[in-house]
């Protein structure tokens, strides 16, 4: 069992930074990934970025390559993602999650946080 506490949203203005933090309790085995996901009012929730937790390969959405990047501390069981040059459709409750294996598709992860909101102004 892994559980997920996601922090770090907020207010922020159009071309800012955030940086949102999961920390994650439990056994996060060597193979696994964890993600980011967002999701906006009345919209699906999205894929944002993910990392492998053992080898950190990286894997982003293209909305956000370039400006956001993903890391863990494999110590502090956590992951990271700092947003810049924020803008206001990247307005949503960000979720983190851990799936087995590095991928996109939301229903292959089995554990999520209870999300954090972030609010981006013009």
């Known amino acids: 069992q892994v559980q997920l506490d996601e922090s770090g949203g907020g207010l922020v203005q159009a071309g800012g930074s955030l940086r949102l933090a999961c920390a994650a309790s439990g056994r996060i085995l060597s193979g696994y990934a964890m993600g980011w996901f967002r999701q906006a009012p009345g919209k699906e929730r999205e894929f944002v970025a993910a990392?492998?937790?053992?080898?950190?390969?990286?894997y982003y959405a293209d909305s956000v390559k370039d400006r956001f990047t993903i890391s863990r501390d494999n110590a502090k069981n956590t992951v990271y993602l700092q947003m810049n040059s924020l803008k206001p459709e990247d307005t949503a409750v960000y979720y983190c999650a851990v799936a087995r294996w590095l991928t996109s598709w939301p229903h292959r992860y089995d554990y999520w946080g209870q999300g954090t909101q972030v609010t981006v102004s013009s």
């Open positions: 990392i492998r937790w053992s080898a950190g390969t990286t």
